[in-house]
């Protein structure tokens, strides 16, 4: 069946990469997303990449697509207190009418 | 100018009370949903419509019963709520179904707590 993991909690120094990893299990995923829930508020879309995507890139965020492994990943260069927040994975199948979100992964800056 | 708004933002209720969550986007948008985010930020889709008609239905108690008078508008409506109902409702929309470069654009959710 379809399933997105992802690891629950990253902690990263002010001003360091932020790397944020998801797998998914769907091999006819044809949208991968990355969501972005800050407190006490909806989500909103960060970014995404077609499966025929190795790499996406905009501004301070860099996604990577292995297809083979089924592996996604965010990277948020030069990471700020304003990045805190909750980060949500999300794949669309060719075959599916809806998305499947991951659990989140809740990312903190320390100084 | 808010996109998608869902009122109200809170809703403290006792259990096998009635309530009603709605939900209204500005965007033009043909398709909105309804999700359900629990305590461990879990976000499951419980329904969708395009163009007023039903076209997800999540295996969600029939106590929720979801209403669209129109595309613009997706409301959600709760029998005899329970204490396991108690979670952040999050009203969405998008251009088509769940399409692919058509994302989701979320509403900021009403905390449903049932005492």
């Known amino acids: 069946g379809e399933d997105v993991e992802q690891s629950l909690f990253l902690s990263v120094r002010e001003g360091d990469s932020s790397v944020i990893n998801c797998t998914y299990t769907?091999?006819?995923?044809?949208?991968l997303y990355w969501y972005k829930q800050e407190p006490g508020a909806g989500l909103q879309l960060l970014t995404y990449i077609f499966s025929n995507m190795d790499m996406k890139q905009d501004q301070r965020l860099t996604v990577l697509l292995n297809k083979k492994d089924k592996h996604l990943s965010l990277r948020i260069a030069d990471t700020q207190t304003g990045d805190s927040a909750i980060y949500f994975c999300?794949?669309?199948?060719?075959?599916?009418?809806?998305?499947?979100f991951g659990s989140g992964t809740r990312l903190s800056i320390r100084p | 100018d808010t996109a998608v708004s869902q009122t109200p933002k809170y809703l403290v209720t006792q259990m096998g009370n009635d309530k009603s969550i709605k939900c209204e986007q500005n965007l033009g948008h043909d398709t909105m949903y309804w999700y359900k985010q629990d305590s461990k930020k879990f976000l499951k889709i419980m329904f969708s419509y395009n163009n007023k008609e039903l076209i997800i239905n999540e295996t969600v108690p029939n106590r929720f019963s979801p209403k669209s008078p129109d595309k613009a508008h997706l409301n959600l409506h709760i029998n005899s709520l329970e204490l396991g109902d108690s979670a952040v409702y999050f009203c969405a929309s998008s251009q088509i179904p769940q399409g692919g470069n058509s994302p989701l654009h979320f509403g900021n959710g009403t905390r449903l707590t049932v005492t």
């Open positions: 999300a794949e669309k199948a060719s075959s599916a009418s809806k998305i499947i």
């Open positions: 769907d091999s006819s995923s044809t949208y």
